[in-house]
């Protein structure tokens, strides 16, 4: 054998803290961390990235039959905020935001309007909720 020697295959669990739209904090404990292509457990730590002025961690898929891999030599790789379970709970709370927002505004063009939203927002809310 050469190389190094494989490492067994460890889940990530990390927290993550997220505001609600009522403004409070939640600390979703021991989140499970995925790929967001192929939804496979089996990722590995793979670094930090500079953002800001803070530096997060990056996650790298290892599921050698992630769809990814198809245009791609290397494995996934993405953060806790890109990751499948916290991107769905921030979608689940986007649609909670949008359900509000439609009942009260009536139309996409309205609450472009009333809030001063980007246009690349805008067009993500849409593909949202369309
Ligand atoms: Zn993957």
């Known amino acids: 054998m050469v190389g190094r020697p494989l490492k067994p295959q460890t889940k990530i669990f990390r927290d993550f ?4 739209p009522s403004g409070d904090i939640k600390t979703l404990k021991e989140i499970l961390i995925c790929c967001p292509i192929c939804h496979s457990s089996h ?6 990235r500079k953002r800001g002025n ?3 961690q990056i996650y790298q898929c290892k599921n050698p039959n992630c769809a990814f891999l ?3 030599n290397q494995g996934k790789q993405f953060t806790i905020y890109s990751s499948l379970m916290v991107n769905s709970i921030v979608n689940h709370y986007l649609h909670e935001i949008l ?3 439609f009942k009260s505004e009536g139309k996409l063009i309205n609450i472009r309007k009333n809030y001063s939203l980007s246009p690349s927002l805008m067009s993500y809310l849409n593909k949202k909720t369309l």
């Open 99 to 101: 359900a509000k927002l």
């Open 17 to 20: 803290e997220i505001e609600t």
């Open 54 to 56: 803070t530096r997060v």
């Open 70 to 72: 198809k245009h791609a």
């Open 43 to 48: 990722v590995g730590n793979h670094g930090t």
